[in-house]
Nanobody, 123 residues
């Protein structure tokens, strides 16, 4: 089992920045690829970004490419999502997830999920 706890969400104006953190406990953090997903009201949960076990490979949704950066610190059992140039359409609950392969983007490819952190971007 892996327990994941997100933090760092909040209210920010359009054009601003936030950094989300996801702290993991339980089984070996470095054994898992990590992903960030988000879910806006009335919409399906969607892939945002993922990172491989050692951080060498990163993948992004087209909608956040160039604005968001995912990175991890295996010594701290933490994965981060740096979000810059935020837009109102980035408003959502953001979830981190642990899985087997960062290349895959479907919810079913991830085995463990956090409870989510709310990000609200005002215009």
């Amino acid at each position: 089992q892996v327990q994941l706890v997100e933090s760092g969400g909040g209210l920010v104006q359009a054009g601003g920045s936030l950094r989300l953190s996801c702290a993991a406990s339980g089984r070996t953090f470095s054994a898992y690829a990590m992903g960030w997903f988000r879910q806006a009201p009335g919409k399906a949960r969607e892939f945002v970004a993922s990172i491989s076990r050692r951080g060498g490979n990163r993948y992004y949704a087209d909608s956040v490419q160039g604005r968001f950066t995912i990175f991890r610190d295996n010594a701290k059992n933490t994965v981060y999502l740096q979000m810059n140039s935020l837009k109102p359409e980035d408003t959502a609950v953001y979830y981190c997830a642990a899985g087997g392969n960062a290349y895959y983007r479907a919810r079913n490819d991830y085995d463990y999920w956090g409870q989510g952190t709310q990000v609200t971007v005002s215009s």
